[in-house]
């Protein structure tokens, strides 16, 4: 076994190949979601502002006059009105166009008609040999394909936003399907805007924070590769020659001046420099340091142990066994991360009230009211057997659902109030002790995404529906 040896993966070459690899594919992912971020952040408020104006303008149009204007084919005085308002819309806004079409067939050509077309003061009135007017019919400006996405639009209530791209400039478009009093879609308005030139101002922003993060990030890779080569790899290797010298120096010998490891000049205050004085230690005395480590060893278990001891008894009732309060908490903050990252997770929670127990601890003594608090317990664990459990209270019990218990949780609250009804059996003729004679409100609420917004909402109406019951149970035990 020689002192020099190679490898088939050298340290220095897998660390550098790791770095690098590491580097590039974030920068990639960083240029790539910065160039999305802001293209999307783009077409958000390009749509807040095509809705605007779709919803000012569909407001200025009355849909049974230009209904009637559409099959009469003749231009009503509100419908002039209604050209003016838009042309003045294309003046005030920064709009590509605004029109509003119907689309009238699926042939090839002759498929669409103008029904409104707003053109600037210049188009309107001085170059007016391009403007469209009702009841033009397009040759073959639309094709097929657009034609049936018309058709697809004139089916939906809200705006839908599209990109349309043609030899002139790319567009992103609004278009908001026009209805009758009856609510027959009958056109649709349309707002295009040129995002051409900023689509090119994102890809060009993009460009530089792509250069930006790539320069940073070979930067951030040469002084990454200097650093671990000063302070890992070349120590590692000084350190890597030593052993194996001492490894062939000391291997079958029964000298012990052989067992002497002669420590490399390794200054790299940290843990390789520790770690060449441990092995320099380890030939001086290996059988007390040994002992030490597996002596360690044990006490690192032993503490662990003893670590997980106090987390489970910090997390459960003493008198019940079950998870406590404080374990019920850390539920509740697991639910609202999973709802901040997914607001159709499903869970439920139901909220449990042992009832009387007053009366049972003034009349029995509290050991009493205890076992009926354990009894309870056990009811509630039986019940909801796929969920946890937790006592939050002296008397007052929360489920978590999820899975099979939410799924089954109506037929597990029948069930759980039949437990409770004061017998252990309703076909036994020996009663329960008064203690056992279980009474309990119960209230579940589901989580709905529609009226809840934390985790605390769906817990209130749990508590809310288990008080009702409580008070309606109270009510007719007065009966």
Known sequence: MGSSRTFKKPLNKSVAKVCIIYTVLLCVSLCVLNYFMQRNALYKRYEQYISDILYYVDHHIDDEDLFNCIETNTESEKYKQTLLFMDQI??????????????????????????????????????????????????????????????????????????????????????????????????????????????????????????????????????????????????????EKGVAEFVQKSHGTRDIENLKFDEPDIHTDNEVESLSHAVTQMTEDMQDYVTDILHAEQEAATVKQREAQMRTLANSDALTGIRNKTAYDKELEKLAIELDFNEDYIFGIGMIDLNFLKKINDTYGHSKGDAAIKRLSGIVCTVFAHSPVFRIGGDEFAVVLRGQDYENRDQLKDLFIEMTSGYEDKSDTVYLDPWDQISAAIGIASYDKTIDRTVEDVFKRADNAMYEMKKAMKAERKD
């Open 90 to 239: 294309m003046n005030d806004f920064s709009i590509h166009y605004l029109y509003c079409l119907q689309p009238i067939n699926l042939n090839e050509t002759g498929n669409v008609k103008v029904i409104l077309s707003a053109e600037d003061d210049y188009n309107r009135y001085v170059d007016t040999e391009g403007n469209l007017y009702l009841g033009w019919v397009s040759d073959d400006e639309y094709d097929l394909a657009t034609v049936k996405k018309f058709y697809q639009i004139m089916d939906k209530e809200e705006i839908t936003f599209f990109i349309e791209k043609t030899e002139w400039s790319t567009d992103y478009t609004g278009a908001l399907p026009l209805r009758t009093e009856e609510g027959i879609p009958y056109a649709i308005l349309c707002v295009d805007v040129d995002v051409t030139t900023l689509y090119n101002e994102i890809l060009a922003k993009a460009l530089q924070n792509a250069i930006v993060i790539i320069l940073f990030g070979a930067a951030f890779t040469t002084i990454f590769l200097f650093w671990t080569t000063q302070n890992i790899i070349n120590p590692v290797q000084l350190l």
